[in-house]
């Protein structure tokens, strides 16, 4: 067997072409589905690694390694690069020396994310080119050509991928070996160039505009753009999963395939709508294609019939398709999805989770369970603005706890909104550790400068559980493995100007709920850093908790915390021992006004 021959999931596969491709610097922040790309780069030790605090200062990292003329890149999910927007769009105008690819992670169906965004429009406006992969091979050769384009255009280029090609695996032909372009970087003086005070900005839009023409040219003979010819009855334009679906369900079709998707190669998708009866473009989310194909004239159509809505499979195309008369009904077939048939669990935390505690008492606290009670929109007692991470989960029952969710960071210029607003009741806002670093702190600084009498919450697992354990500032441990300093949480707050920073552990419910109550009490910005670990990390568990059936009267108060150990069968309430954290939590055990929860 060929030895280059590797099954790799999209995100393997674009790790390994970027080593291959010379890269020599890479920047992340952890966001399914693009986590894996930096994890499996960080494995390389003669390239330099990190996960950065956010996605902005992972892109401005990327463009300074660029700027000396080595090779980087900068991978996020999608809602990534709402947030390294800022330095994105400035390095079009810059343009750069060495190579600068940055992947965008887009998440059709929203698996794990807020929205589903469509961040092909990002190309454009940056006006930028994009390239789209439709499987783990085409990962694999994208990266070279992308930091080529990247480096003979003076730009920065867009490389999109979706939840489905990060993920699934296919077999690669991984043939290359890595070679490094430059070796030896160096940033050279050019203030033209790189220092984009207006003098200088606006000859360097007009340079961005013959870029574009000039890569309008070079998409035109792009060789992972491809026309297959078959029927001359239905042209399909398509690009990314879409051309598998798309495939699969056209047999007799003719299909031209983009691998780059921004610029549009127009003379060649003039030439093959002129060759087949009618053009359709299949693609997951906005019309991207077809609006930009309809703009040149050309009679296509597409999101007539397919979803603007979630993510396209097999069985969703032919049945839009049937629908719109471009397949015969009989191909409306009976499909299997892989949830058939399996029991659905609901999004709980983990059994011994540092949150539950915390969360279990805001819910008390703030009387929530009246607000379910309520068929009328009520005002909260205690109003609770959430954040992104895995103690999202706690808006789930039993807990009932998050009243609002945006973006990372937001929670706490939300709460410190609504307090200037007007709202007379308490508000708490909850972040995690590894958000805070992210986006919290410019929250906190703004609700410190003006005089906010909020209390903010710290969950400080010492982790970015939601993608898998990844390391961050506060942790004192780098991408790579190597010890570092590690961010002090109380020490930052009280540097901002935080005057009350508790520091409470997340598995004693009396000093979580002693704490709360004092913050709460205060006319000044609190915070409250709850800290424990998360459960997953927690290798050795001892002593599992039991239910004594004598002196339980099934009060069901337990049950109130959604521990998935606890449960509930025939009226009787047990702990799973399998499931249950054991000493590291006994938060039920505190709990249980019977006293019949015990090692």
Not at 30 to 54: C, H, M, Q, V
Not at 90 to 114: C, E, K, M
Not at 531 to 539: D, E, K, L, N, W
Not at 556 to 575: E, M, R
Request: glycine share 8%.
């Amino acid at each position: 067997m060929d030895k280059t021959l590797q099954l790799l999931s999209g995100n393997e596969a674009l790790a390994l072409g970027a080593y291959h491709a010379g890269v020599q610097v890479a920047s992340a922040y952890p966001g399914t589905p693009s986590t894996e790309i930096l994890e499996n780069l960080s494995r390389f030790k003669d390239i330099y690694a990190e996960w950065s605090t956010n996605e902005k200062v992972a892109m401005e990292l990327g463009m300074g390694a660029a700027y000396t003329g080595a090779r980087a890149m900068v991978s996020m999910k999608h809602v990534g690069l709402n947030v390294a927007s800022d330095p994105f769009m400035a390095a079009s105008i810059t343009g750069i020396v060495g190579g600068l690819v940055v992947i965008t992670a887009d998440d059709p169906q929203i698996h794990s994310s807020q929205n589903e965004q469509d961040n092909r429009h990002y190309a454009r406006l940056a006006k930028v080119p994009m390239l789209e992969p439709s499987d783990s091979q085409d990962v694999y050769d994208l990266m070279g050509r992308a930091f080529d384009i990247s480096e003979k255009f003076d730009t920065p280029v867009l490389v999109r991928t979706t939840t489905r090609i990060a993920h699934s695996k296919s077999v690669v032909d991984a043939k290359r070996s890595r070679k490094v372009k430059n070796p030896q970087p160096a940033f050279l003086f050019n203030k033209r160039k790189y220092v984009m005070l207006p003098v200088y900005a606006l000859p360097r839009h007009a340079e961005v505009e013959k870029r574009m023409e000039r890569l309008a040219d070079y998409c035109e003979t792009f060789p992972m753009n491809k026309i297959f010819w078959n029927g001359k009855k239905i042209g399909v334009v398509t690009s990314g999963v879409a051309y598998q679906y798309a495939r699969e369900v056209f047999p007799q079709a003719s299909f031209l395939k983009l691998g780059m998707t921004w610029p549009l190669p127009q003379k060649m998708i003039k030439d093959f709508a002129a060759q087949v009866e009618r053009l359709i473009v299949i693609e997951e989310l906005d019309p991207f294609l077809q609006d930009n194909i309809k703009s040149m004239g050309i009679e296509v159509s597409g999101k007539e019939f397919i979803p603007l809505v979630g993510e396209l499979n097999t069985r969703i195309v032919t049945e839009s398709s049937a629908g719109a008369g471009l397949l015969p009904e009989s191909e409306k077939g009976d499909f299997i999805t892989p949830a058939d048939g399996l029991a659905r669990r609901p999004p709980l935390l983990c059994p011994g989770c540092p949150h539950t505690g915390i969360y279990f008492t805001l819910n008390s606290i703030g009387q929530r369970s009246k607000l379910l009670e309520s068929d009328k929109p009520q005002e909260p007692k205690l109003i609770i603005t959430g954040d992104i991470g895995c103690y999202t989960l706690g808006a789930y029952p039993p807990l009932n706890v998050l009243d609002t969710t945006a973006c990372m960071g937001a929670g706490i210029g939300q709460a410190l909104g609504m307090e200037k607003a007007g709202v007379k009741s308490k508000i708490v806002a909850v972040i995690g550790d590894s958000t805070f670093m992210h986006s919290g702190i410019t929250g906190l600084v703004d609700a410190v400068y003006n005089e906010g009498h909020i209390t903010i919450l710290i969950l400080d697992n010492r982790t970015t559980a939601m993608t898998g354990h990844q390391e961050h500032p506060g942790t004192g441990i780098s991408a790579q493995g190597n010890e570092t300093y590690a961010v002090d949480i109380e020490s930052l707050c009280r540097g901002i100007g935080v005057k009350d920073v508790k520091v409470v552990n997340a598995f004693d419910l009396k000093a979580l709920r002693a704490g709360l109550r004092d913050s709460l009490g205060r006319e000044e910005v609190s915070v409250i850093i709850v800290r424990g670990a998360c459960a997953m990390q927690v290798r050795k568990r001892e002593h599992p908790r039991k239910v004594d059936v004598e002196k339980c009267n099934q009060c069901g108060i337990c049950l109130k915390l959604g521990c998935p150990a606890i449960q509930s069968k025939d009226g009787q309430v047990f702990i799973e021992p399998t499931l249950c954290a054991g000493d590291i939590c006994t938060i039920c055990e505190q709990l249980c006004p019977q006293k019949a929860i015990s090692p």
